[in-house]
Structure formats: structure tokens, C-alpha cells
């Protein structure tokens, strides 16, 4: 049976955030979106650009254009040093969830009447990679987004099962339900029933067991056989990492400068090691669901339900609302903001579906928001170091800065304009902020690929001292 866009998602990220009922709906307008963010920004490069002079350079302060063998590095050597050390980031720390269709099984050869090439659900798999992985190239703050929910939601199923005896239920269980890699017995290999969360799990399976008929050792074990980490990738990430810090580092020891891409890389590869490590206990690259088997033990003992404490809810509720109305709107507001950053609560719901709803009203979006635009910021300080790079036209320094501002500015306004529609929560107000936030995305969306323009103009005229190496670096081996 073909996968729909209901189940695949053209964009996997535009899935998580809205209702599969408007899913096509607000992919269009995702689409509509990237192809005026594009034109924009290529249009204010290309007039910014036209009506600027020539930058009068200092003679003491040489100036050279692209450079294919000048006795150090040259400019593809640059180029292909940064370019190598984020994919290899991205490409070994991104956790994808486990695919929905089966179309890995199907054989590649022959190529050239391949059934996998063939089949429209490896195409629609391979697009939701792809599209994790551009995410990871132009949007890396969004990958953060992604992992840090998936990790506290994790962290919370672990919680509750060991709330319910399941003391032997880890983190990298909860990732694996969460991520679609375990299923309930069937006889059919594809007919059982994926569970998503250990509350599920607990509500399908185990209900009426004692804890102990729930072999986490075991099925952790058959999980790891199941992941295919690649030990190589992660080697040569970690090498290639480590390389290219090093080599940044000597650089302004020497007092050589370094060239804007190399420091706006060195952010990216941050972001990638935060998300990374969101995920360091998540399976890598699992494309077949574990069967979860249950040992035959006697059912569950009945246990005496505790009573609330406290006073009954009724008069807890009777007389927080009669406290409720003494209080003036100010504090009511001021109330409503410290409970955001509290421990949210989270519904039967909440639990059933783990983290495949990442709405603006779901427990720890607010959290993940901010740490989100705390890796805008960074990358915004990132283009604020280069604050001084030159460009052969005069107004390219102009839209540098003016375009660093606004990626270091427009994340905090967002996040506050998230966070006051989280609050109010009234109709057209909360609706006509979410415009309004979705209206600087744009701006900033706008502003990143002007700077990524921008890095590559800057070749055209950066100082000779970016050209010269390090003598020692040259004896490492490093991928390029």
C-alpha cells in the first residue's frame, strides 16, 4: 500500500508542529515561504550590491581573491575542511525514528532496474533524511528544538515507569518506543501494535503483571543488536572535529587570522555536539521494530490505592479560585509566566503519543524554545565576530552588520512573542501573534541566507594571512 503524505510527511519537522489535518495545507505555505525567503534575500544581495563602491583597502593590510595553489592553503582547502567536518557532524548525529514502510528490505541491484529505486516509499524515506539533514545545515537551532524534547519526554517515561516498578527501564528504552522501535507480539511479523512510550506499554502489556514479567535487560540487548552504529563514522567525526578546533585555536595563537566561514563552521559543529549529545543515548539508524515479549508470571498483586493528600480537590480548587480573584492581573500574569518554566504536567495523551506532537501547547515547548533561540544566539555571536570582514563592495560590510543584528535580535523577540501566545491563549490575539512570529522567522530565514551569500563573497578579498598554515597541522591527517 503507498504511503500517503498523512503518514510520511513531506517535511518531518512541518509534521510535528501542526495537526496531519492541515498537514499539506501548512506545507504549502512552507513552500511558499522558502521560495520568497530565497527571492528576497537574493534580491536585497544583488541590489545592495549594485548600488555600493569599492572598498579602498589598506596597503599594509593586503588583500587576495580566490586562491588555487599559493604555496599554503589555497581557498578550496578552506572550503572543503568546513564542508567535510559539518556533514560528517550532521551525518553522525542525527537519530532518524524508525521508517514506516519497509522499503529498506527491497534489493538495490541491479541499478538499473533497481526494485528499491523503483519503490515510491524509499524516495518519500529518503526525503525525510534529506530533509533532517539541510535542517542541520541551515537551521541547526531547529535540530536542538527536536532533540531536547525528544530527550526530556524520554526522561519523563522513564520517571513514570520507575514510579511503577519498572526500575529497569533506561532512557535508551524509552528513545527506542519513542522513536516507533518497539511493537507488541504478533502473529503477523508487521500486525502488532507499535508502541510509543513505556506508559503504553504499560497499559497494553503489562497492566496486570508485576514488573518483573517486563525483561528490560533483554530487550535492551536486542535493541543494541538492532542499531547500527557506526563506530568508523563516530571516530572520524570525533577526529575530524577535534582537527579542525585545533587548528582554529593555533591559528589565533599565531596570531593568524582565520576566515569568517571557519568561525561561523565552529558554531554549527557546537550546535551538532548539543544535539548530539540530546541523543547520545538514542539507537542510531534501527530500520526493524524489536518484538516486546512478556514473561508468563503470575498476574499483579492488587495493591491499596493511597487517598490524596492534602485537602479533597474541591476545596483545593474552591479556594485557589477565591484566591485567584483577589489577586490583581499583574500577578495573575506574572503567575502565569513562572509556570512555564515549571515541571509541566503531562495527560494520558501527553504520554500515549511521546514526542510525535510538538505543538505550542505541548509540556516543554516553551523550554525548547528557549534553548533553541539560545542556539540562534549563538550562532548570531558566531557572525558577530567577523564584525569587522571587508568585502570588495563597500555595502557588504553594511548588510553583514545589519544582517547579524538582526539573527542575534529577532530569536529573543520571537521567543518572547511564543511565550506571551502561550499565555494568552485567546482566539484571534494568540493567532495574530503567531503571524506576527512567523513573519520575523521570515525576516530571519531572510537575513541567514544573505550572511551564507555573504560567506561566500568574502573570498574575493580576505587579508593573505588566511592563506598561510601552521607547519605542525600539516603533519596530521584530516579529511578535506
Known amino acids: 500500500?503507498?504511503?500517503?503524505?498523512?503518514?510520511?510527511?513531506?517535511?518531518?519537522?512541518?509534521?510535528?508542529?501542526?495537526?496531519?489535518?492541515?498537514?499539506?495545507?501548512?506545507?504549502?505555505?512552507?513552500?511558499?515561504?522558502?521560495?520568497?525567503?530565497?527571492?528576497?534575500?537574493?534580491?536585497?544581495?544583488?541590489?545592495?550590491m549594485h548600488y555600493g563602491l569599492p572598498t579602498q583597502f589598506s596597503s599594509s593590510d593586503p588583500r587576495v581573491g580566490f586562491q588555487a595553489d599559493s604555496g599554503g592553503r589555497a581557498t578550496m582547502d578552506i572550503v572543503s575542511s568546513c564542508a567535510s567536518t559539518l556533514s560528517i557532524c550532521i551525518y553522525s548525529a542525527v537519530h532518524f525514528n524508525v521508517p514506516r514502510s519497509h522499503a529498506h528490505r527491497l534489493s538495490f541491484w541491479p541499478p538499473w532496474n533497481s526494485?528499491?529505486?523503483?519503490?515510491?516509499?524509499?524516495?518519500?524515506?529518503?526525503?525525510?533524511?534529506?530533509?533532517?539533514?539541510?535542517?542541520?545545515?541551515?537551521?541547526?537551532?531547529?535540530?536542538?528544538?527536536?532533540?531536547?524534547?525528544?530527550?526530556?519526554?524520554?526522561?519523563?517515561?522513564?520517571?513514570?515507569?520507575?514510579?511503577?516498578?519498572?526500575?529497569?527501564?533506561?532512557?535508551?528504552?524509552?528513545?527506542?518506543?519513542?522513536?516507533?522501535?518497539?511493537?507488541?507480539?504478533?502473529?503477523?511479523?508487521?500486525?502488532?501494535?507499535?508502541?510509543?512510550?513505556?506508559?503504553?506499554?504499560?497499559?497494553l502489556l503489562l497492566r496486570d503483571r508485576e514488573p518483573d514479567a517486563l525483561d528490560c535487560k533483554a530487550l535492551e540487548q536486542e535493541l543494541d543488536d538492532h542499531s547500527k552504529a557506526d563506530t568508523m563514522v563516530k571516530l572520524l567525526a570525533t577526529w575530524q572535529i577535534t582537527y579542525f578546533?585545533?587548528?582554529?585555536?593555533?591559528?589565533?595563537?599565531?596570531?593568524?587570522?582565520?576566515?569568517?566561514?571557519?568561525?561561523?563552521?565552529?558554531?554549527?559543529?557546537?550546535?551538532?555536539?548539543?544535539?548530539?549529545?540530546?541523543?547520545?543515548?538514542?539507537?542510531?539508524n534501527v530500520n526493524e521494530r524489536v518484538i516486546v515479549r512478556i514473561r508468563a508470571l503470575t498476574p499483579r498483586r492488587a495493591t491499596q490505592t493511597r487517598p490524596p493528600s492534602g485537602r479533597p480537590r474541591s476545596e483545593r480548587s474552591k479556594s485557589k479560585s477565591t484566591a485567584r480573584t483577589c489577586v490583581q492581573p499583574f500577578w495573575i500574569f506574572c503567575e502565569k509566566i513562572a509556570l512555564l518554566f515549571q515541571e509541566?504536567?503531562?495527560?494520558?495523551?501527553?504520554?500515549?503519543?511521546?514526542?510525535e506532537r510538538m505543538w505550542q501547547t505541548s509540556p516543554y515547548m516553551m523550554h525548547g524554545s528557549l534553548l533553541a533561540t539560545a542556539a540562534s544566539i549563538l550562532l548570531g555571536l558566531a557572525h558577530l565576530a567577523c564584525w569587522n570582514v571587508e568585502f570588495p563592495n563597500s555595502n557588504g560590510q553594511v548588510l553583514w552588520r545589519y544582517c547579524t543584528l538582526l539573527i542575534i535580535i529577532l530569536p529573543v523577540v520571537v521567543s518572547f512573542i511564543i511565550m506571551g501566545a502561550a499565555i494568552i491563549l485567546r482566539g484571534w490575539v494568540t493567532d495574530a501573534m503567531n503571524k506576527m512570529a512567523l513573519t520575523l522567522i521570515v525576516i530571519y530565514c531572510v537575513a541567514r541566507l544573505i550572511l551564507l551569500i555573504l560567506l561566500g563573497h568574502s573570498f574575493q578579498s580576505l587579508p593573505a594571512g588566511v592563506y598561510d598554515t601552521v607547519s605542525w597541522l600539516s603533519f596530521i591527517p584530516s579529511i578535506h
Not at 4 to 19: A, L, M, N, Y
Open 1 to 48: 500500500m503507498p504511503l500517503t503524505i498523512r503518514e510520511v510527511g513531506i517535511v518531518p519537522s512541518v509534521e510535528r508542529f501542526v495537526s496531519t489535518n492541515y498537514l499539506l495545507r501548512h506545507i504549502v505555505v512552507l513552500g511558499l515561504l522558502v521560495i520568497l525567503a530565497l527571492s528576497t534575500s537574493a534580491l536585497a544581495y544583488l541590489l545592495t
Open 115 to 203: 526494485p528499491m529505486l523503483r519503490s515510491r516509499e524509499w524516495w518519500l524515506e529518503l526525503w525525510a533524511k534529506v530533509s533532517f539533514w539541510l535542517l542541520g545545515v541551515f537551521s541547526p537551532e531547529m535540530l536542538v528544538l527536536h532533540a531536547f524534547y525528544e530527550y526530556v519526554i524520554a526522561g519523563r517515561d522513564v520517571a513514570w515507569m520507575h514510579e511503577h516498578g519498572y526500575t529497569g527501564w533506561t532512557r535508551k528504552l524509552a528513545f527506542a518506543a519513542d522513536m516507533g522501535a518497539l511493537t507488541t507480539e504478533s502473529g503477523d511479523p508487521d500486525g502488532g501494535v507499535v508502541v510509543r512510550s513505556g506508559f503504553q506499554l504499560h497499559e
Open 245 to 284: 578546533f585545533v587548528g582554529a585555536i593555533a591559528r589565533s595563537v599565531k596570531g593568524l587570522p582565520i576566515a569568517p566561514l571557519e568561525t561561523v563552521t565552529c558554531a554549527y559543529v557546537l550546535c551538532t555536539l548539543v544535539y548530539y549529545g540530546l541523543w547520545w543515548s538514542k539507537p542510531y
Open 344 to 355: 509541566p504536567e503531562m495527560s494520558e495523551s501527553d504520554r500515549l503519543h511521546g514526542s
